[in-house]
């Protein structure tokens, strides 16, 4: 078993000692310790500008509003506007996964791009991307075209919003753009909010017609369906007799966004990137909105307890019990397996801006301890919790991102429940807009780091050498290399899925064969361990 560090402050000390005086005073505030449950959680420094030269782990804003919200729709043609790259190297590199449906439609194994080349730059790309979207309208019949700004775009001043609205007009279907360019805000989180804005402005709730047969409607927001675990969800979800109407936005269809005001509960997944949408489309339709985790079989049964106590129906809430009693018989089985080989080992999760939080479960559940954990992108809410929304100041690298003015529809506005309703389901433990955030629990032997970067990890691998880290692909071989097996939390290793029961179960195999596997023993040539068993020596 790892050796387990026991003064937080001394380590973070440690791990800021040989930086510059001002780099050093800005990254101790973004370094703390977790707490105990129900102790006050000191406030993190997070969502600010990353140092230059650090080697952070993050991404731009158009990879979170392309890359995350939108990208992963099956039937939008999503279409980059700009040079090659950005477009080339975000192809098919996130696990969306999508399933085609009865339309045959499914546009993800493609990458759109305008490919600007110096011409444009020179003299403007509007007349590019017009001949762009033409191209490929004509090429494939898509129901809408969404466009994604990239750096250069914003700097040479092309008018994608005036471009977007008149091949809407020529070509009659839906066409709408998003002005993520690289460099606003700070990270992926940016494009996150601006995705949420952009679909919320030109698709969410523009079929009246169409009607959603059904009972307990409900949406998954912030689900992206990496490795399968949206159809996951949708097994469980179906099973419990939820009507899902949209996920957003793992194997989605613009359709699906079109008619998702017809839902009477919004669960929140990822709160980072979709909780904008949840709190619009509660004030212009009336649809409260309750965080959920499907990550972790206790997690995902305490979120359909939770779902089907906002139903209020009977019947709902006695079949969701059967289907968790029939579905925990499966997931116990295995966790009394591979318990044994489990308990009492280490990990760290270094990842995104929910997924540090949200496989905490999984290890629980394998007895397993968490030592360190932080996120690339995560606002202070995803850390201290939502009550800490008040006291959010934005910064001036923040500031350029648009914050919509939403009003209740006129006509559509319909609160699903009142006021006294919702006072007493919260007593029942349904909490609306309620979101605790990572730290709260984690124990005061834990490090919180936000935007942890290269030097960071690997002091922290040497000092606390935990049996397993959870990180991205730039991290993955790095940390292997130092003998510590890796798990990728954004692709999943190619595996998958791990969200609900069944996913769970994956979860727990794969974490068995990773931190039980003895390749790790190897790593050293057994002359290493012995000295040299012949030694040459030079002779002038
Ligand atoms: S930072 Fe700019 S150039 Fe790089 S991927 Fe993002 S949009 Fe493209």
């Given at each position: 078993m790892s050796t387990k560090p026991t003064n937080v402050e001394e380590i973070k000390k440690e791990l800021i000692a040989k930086m510059p005086t001002k780099v050093a005073r800005k990254r101790a505030k973004s370094i703390l310790p977790g707490t105990e449950m129900g102790e006050p959680i000191p406030e993190i420094q997070s969502n600010v500008r990353t140092i230059p030269?650090?080697?952070?782990q993050r991404g731009c804003t158009y990879a979170g509003c392309k890359g995350v919200v939108?990208?992963?729709?099956?039937?939008?043609?999503?279409?980059t506007h700009g040079p090659i790259g950005c477009g080339f190297y975000s192809w098919?590199?996130?696990?969306n996964q999508t399933e085609a449906g009865?339309?045959?439609?499914?546009?993800?194994p493609y990458s759109f791009s305008t490919d600007m080349t110096e011409h444009d730059i020179v003299f403007g790309g509007e007349k590019k991307l017009r001949a762009a979207i033409k191209e490929a309208y004509d090429t494939f019949h898509p129901k809408a075209i969404s466009i994604f700004s990239t750096c250069p775009v914003g700097l040479i001043g092309d008018d994608i919003h005036a471009v977007a609205r008149t091949m809407q007009e020529e070509l009659g279907i839906t066409i709408f753009a998003n002005?993520?360019?690289?460099?606003?805000?700070?990270?992926q989180s940016a494009g996150h909010h601006i995705a949420n804005n952009q679909i919320m402005k030109?698709?969410?709730?523009?079929?009246?017609d169409t009607k959603i047969e059904g009972k307990f409607k409900v949406n998954m927001l912030?689900?992206?369906?990496?490795?399968g675990d949206a159809f996951e969800i949708e097994r469980i979800l179906e099973k419990c007799g939820f009507t899902l109407v949209?996920?957003?936005?793992?194997?989605?269809t613009v359709q699906d966004f079109r008619v998702a005001?017809?839902?009477?509960l919004n669960t929140v997944?990822?709160?980072?990137?979709?909780n904008y949408v949840a709190e619009m489309m509660e004030t212009k339709f009336g649809i409260p909105w309750i965080k959920v985790n499907f990550i972790g079989a206790e997690a995902s049964a305490k979120s359909l307890r939770r779902m089907a106590a906002y139903f209020e129906d009977q019947e709902l809430i006695d079949r969701v019990e059967a289907v968790i009693a029939e579905e925990l018989v499966a997931v116990n089985k295995v966790v009394e397996e591979i318990k044994p080989r489990t308990a009492g080992k280490t990990a760290m999760l270094f990842v995104g801006g929910s997924r540090a939080h949200h496989y905490q479960e999984l290890f629980k559940e394998l007895d397993m301890k968490i030592l360190g954990a932080g996120y690339e992108f995560a606002h202070r809410d995803d850390y201290?919790?939502?009550?800490?929304l008040p006291n959010i100041k934005v910064d001036a690298d923040s500031r350029n991102i648009e914050e919509l003015e939403i009003l209740p529809d006129?006509?559509?506005?319909?609160?699903?429940?009142?006021e006294a309703e919702m006072a007493r389901l919260n007593e029942k433990g349904?909490?609306?807009?309620?979101y605790e955030g990572m730290?709260?629990?984690?124990?005061?032997n834990a490090m919180v780091i936000d935007d942890i970067n290269h030097y960071e990890t690997e002091k922290l691998l040497e000092i606390y050498k935990p049996d397993i880290f959870c990180a991205g692909i730039k991290e993955k071989f790095i940390v292997q290399k130092m003998g510590i097996p890796l798990k990728q939390?954004?692709?999943y290793d190619m595996g998958?899925?791990?969200?609900?029961f069944n996913g769970a179960i994956n979860w727990y195999r794969d974490i068995d064969r990773m931190v039980n596997t003895?390749?790790?023993?190897?790593?050293?040539?057994?002359w290493q361990s012995t000295g040299p068993e012949l030694e040459a020596t030079y002779v002038a």
């Open positions: 030269g650090i080697i952070t939108l990208g992963p729709s099956r039937d939008i043609v999503n279409l098919l590199t996130r696990r009865p339309d045959g439609e499914n546009f993800i002005s993520c360019e690289g460099y606003k805000g700070v990270s030109h698709v969410i709730g523009t079929d009246d912030g689900e992206y369906n990496i490795g949209a996920t957003f936005s793992g194997n989605s005001h017809n839902a009477d997944m990822c709160h980072r990137s979709l201290e919790g939502r009550h800490v006129p006509e559509r506005y319909k609160p699903r429940k009142t349904v909490d609306f807009k309620g730290i709260e629990g984690m124990g005061k939390l954004h692709n998958g899925p791990y969200a609900g003895k390749v790790w023993a190897l790593i050293k040539a057994p």
